[in-house]
């Protein structure tokens, strides 16, 4: 088993356009507890160029403890964003491992990678 460690996350409510000005929403701080692990180079060479470039981790967390969230389709909310090692990074996707893991602790994954635009 690998070990937990806490992070802490931002979460963006949607924002809106103010007079064709975009204003981003409130933010709130997430607690997540979690194990970060790098992507293995064979697996980051499959992600968009624009996501691999600043590089990229899974976080694995217990299944129902933490929602983190991707950008909404429709662009109004961000995704949230976590601290690790100083650095700012944002969920690119989630995916839910729970149907391959029989007969062992269901987790999910996410995606986190760096090179977060402001």
């Known amino acids: 088993m690998l070990a937990q460690q806490a992070l ?3 979460r963006y409510a949607a924002g809106s356009r103010v007079e064709g000005v975009w204003t981003p929403g409130a933010t709130s701080v997430l607690s997540i507890t979690g194990t970060m692990r790098p992507m293995k180079p064979y697996h980051v ?41 100083g650095q700012e990074l944002e969920v690119h996707s989630v995916k839910d491992n729970t149907a391959h893991t029989s007969g062992k602790p269901h987790h999910k994954y996410i995606l986190v990678v760096a090179g977060v635009d402001e």
């Not at 600043?54 to 217990?62: E, I, N, R, T, Y």
Request: proline share 5%; no cysteine.
């Open 45 to 85: 060479q499959f992600l968009p160029a624009s996501v691999r470039s600043g590089g990229a981790w899974k976080l694995f967390v217990k299944a129902g403890e933490t929602v983190l969230r991707t950008t909404s389709p429709d662009g109004q909310t961000q995704a949230d964003r976590i601290t690790y090692e």
């Open 8 to 10: 802490t996350g931002i």
